[in-house]
Every structure is written in C-alpha cells, then in structure tokens.
C-alpha cells in the first residue's frame, strides 16, 4: 500500500514568508509524527499527534511553529515569519498505534525547506 | 537530559559481521528501535526491543541491556548494500510516544 507521502518535496523561500508543509500519513495509522532532520544527524522531535489530538509539542522551537491534524489523517506542519535557521528537512511519520511494536514509525520522503 | 550515543562511522569488509553499539541516558524508557537511513532516503524500521535480551531478524539482531543503558545492533554477512547511516532511538515513555534519535553511525561496507 502507499506509503507517507509529503508535499512539497523541496521549499524554497524568503526570509520572513510563511510556509505549509504537509503530511499525509499511511491510511489508519493513529499516530502522526513532524521531526526535524539537519545533515548528518538523528531526526530531532517536533511535535506528534494521536487522531486529531496534539499529545505534545515540546519540541517545536517557538511560537512560529505550529502544527494541526483537524480530521485526524492529513497534516499541516506551518512555520511563520521563516528565518534561515529554519532549513533544515522536515520529515514526518505515522505509527498503527501507540504502544508495543505497533509503534513502529513509518516515515515519509520529507520535505527539504530552504530559506533564503 | 536526555542523551544517546553512537559511534560517528565505522568500516566493514563485504561478508564480515558487525556491532553498532548505542548508549542512552533517558528520563524514561519504553522501548528501543534501530533504523537504517541511505543516503537522502528515509529512515527505515529495523528492530524493537523493550525487554532486555536479543531479537533476531534475518541477518540483522539487536541487543538490550535496561540496566546498563545498552542496545546493540549486529549485521551479518554484509553486502555492499548495508552502507548507510544506522539510528538508534529511544520512546521516553510516559505521556509521551516521541522517539530520541541518535546521531546515527555511517557504516561504509568495503568489497
């Protein structure tokens, strides 16, 4: 079946603009997973949802960034006012479930973000 | 705090075996993963463990130790195909399902 798909694959924009990304996760999983992935390292924790429910946001960096799952499946990873230190690949992932090897996170290609 | 650690590379010879070792100091622990990322590609799932002991999987076996704070990830009879970055990850636990990565361990598979 498909896997987690994310558009847009590459971003490039200017210091200051706004920017969507968005998710779309294996059809059922329960949970949606954004990370944040600088060249080189692990992925860093964003934020995660379980349905349309935010479970925690401890990872995003500061107010410009926020995130929704409004019908619990797609979801829009947003980040305001862009700053250059925002490039980096924003990935996301979705798991069947919560607990056990069902927590198993699938991950999607990513979407490379450049700000100029 | 939380932290994990991995070597930053390691060399292996086609057809060798190899052990990619993860340390971790987490506030919480429930469970352990290890993840194979190539080169501008996705991570991909390799392994779970949540009890100590080892879990086999073809050629690839992983290793926990809870109270020492130790997983280790070993890959038999390597093929070329094996180069790649190697993650560690924890799940903290608790209210939370997040995963804390390692930085990962590039593993370069030489004929």
């Known amino acids: ?5 994310q558009s847009p694959r590459y971003k490039v924009t200017k210091r200051g603009q706004d920017v969507a990304l968005r998710c ?20 860093e924790f964003l934020t995660y949802f379980n349905y349309e429910a ?10 410009r960034f926020s995130a929704e799952r409004p019908e619990g499946s797609i979801s829009t ?25 069902r927590s198993e996170q699938f991950f999607g290609p990513g979407t490379r973000l450049t700000v100029l | ?31 352990l993963f290890w993840y194979q990322q190539h080169a501008g ?9 949540v009890l100590d002991g080892l879990e086999e999987k073809g050629r690839f076996s992983s290793f926990l130790s809870r109270s020492k704070g130790y997983s280790y990830l070993l890959l038999k009879e390597l093929q070329m195909k094996d180069s790649a970055s190697y993650l560690c990850a924890v799940r903290a636990g608790g209210a939370t399902n997040k995963l804390i990565f390692g930085t990962g361990t590039l593993l370069a598979v030489q004929p």
């Open chain 1, 1 to 5: 079946g498909a896997g987690v798909s």
């Open chain 1, 24 to 43: 779309d996760p294996i059809s059922g999983h329960v949970s949606l997973y954004w990370y944040r992935q600088a060249l080189g390292q692990g992925p």
């Open chain 1, 54 to 63: 935010q479970q925690d946001k401890s990872g995003l960096p500061n107010d």
């Open chain 1, 77 to 101: 990873l947003t980040i305001q006012r862009t700053e250059q230190r925002d490039s980096a690949m924003y990935r996301c992932a979705s798991s069947p479930g919560t607990s056990g090897p």
């Open chain 2, 1 to 31: 705090g939380q932290n994990i650690d991995q070597p930053t590379e390691m060399t292996a010879t086609e057809g060798a075996i190899v052990q990619i070792n993860c340390t971790y100091q987490t506030s919480g622990f429930n469970g």
């Open chain 2, 41 to 49: 590609e996705a991570p991909t799932f390799l392994s779970y463990n």
